[in-house]
């Protein structure tokens, strides 16, 4: 009978170990899931070429502008996905590059907060940023001034310039959820999303915004495809 009772007990310790440690697991399984997002367009990219007549040995002698960006696949890059309404998402900040006259990455997103701004070009630039839900911006950085930091504390499309060098342009996606940029095959991948009903947003500095209601599952993958349609 003592026998029976010590072997008992000792299953019960071990079937509670087990439990503790499947425990935070399953937890973190159930906390949320993926959101992969494909974007197309139904058209011909639009690319702009001009020539280049200010500080020409840091920023060359031609500049490409992408105002719509088509892969092989008519797949739309740099447009932003995001799920606004999801609760508890982690702060992301931005940071923005100002190398070879263009803002690098060209779009970014941050969920409101603090964003950073480099000067990797070693000459004067000048943030002007268009911006009204948050306050604009029309700041000389020296090339000494490697890096600054601006605050956008509301959510909003803020587009970004600099007034010496009139071609550049950028733009910051200020996302109070789970937000992300499709890359060149139109794809970005929105992580831990709250499970249940999410709107997903689909915005494109050129050609307007796109939503759609998805059913996200714990722990899995939900795909959710938008075709933009030119203007």
């Not at 026998?3 to 019960?12: D, H, N, Q």
């Not at 950073?116 to 000048?126: A, F």
């Not at 504390?153 to 996302?175: F, N, Q, R, Y």
């Not at 796109?210 to 495809?225: I, L, N, R, Y």
Request: glycine share 8%.
């Amino acid at each position: 009978m003592r026998k029976v009772f010590v072997t008992l007990t000792a299953m019960t310790l071990v079937g509670s170990a087990v439990m503790l440690a499947a425990g935070p697991r399953l937890a973190g399984a159930q906390g949320g899931g993926t959101v992969e997002v494909e974007v197309k367009y139904n058209g011909a990219p639009q690319v702009e070429k001009l020539k280049v007549n200010k500080d020409t040995e840091k920023c060359g002698q031609e500049t490409t502008i992408e105002k719509v960006a088509v892969g092989p696949n008519k797949g739309l890059a740099n447009a932003v996905a995001s799920a606004p309404n999801a609760k508890g998402a982690k702060p992301v900040k931005a940071v923005v590059d100002q190398h070879g006259c263009k803002f690098v990455p060209h779009v970014s997103v941050m969920t409101p907060g603090e964003m950073e701004l480099k000067n990797s070009d070693d000459i004067l630039h000048n943030i002007h940023t268009y911006s009204t839900a948050n306050p604009a911006i029309n700041k000389a950085q020296p090339k000494f001034k490697k890096t600054m930091t601006e605050k956008f504390e509301k959510p909003e499309m803020i587009k970004l310039t600099c007034d010496v060098h009139s071609w550049m342009l950028g733009w910051l996606a200020v996302v109070p959820g789970v937000a992300a940029v499709t890359d060149t095959n139109g794809v970005a991948k929105l992580e831990n999303v709250p499970a249940g009903k999410q709107k997903i947003e689909v915005w494109h500095s050129t050609l307007g915004k796109q939503d759609k209601e998805v059913d996200v599952k714990a722990g899995q993958t939900t795909k959710v495809s938008f075709e933009m349609k030119g203007k």
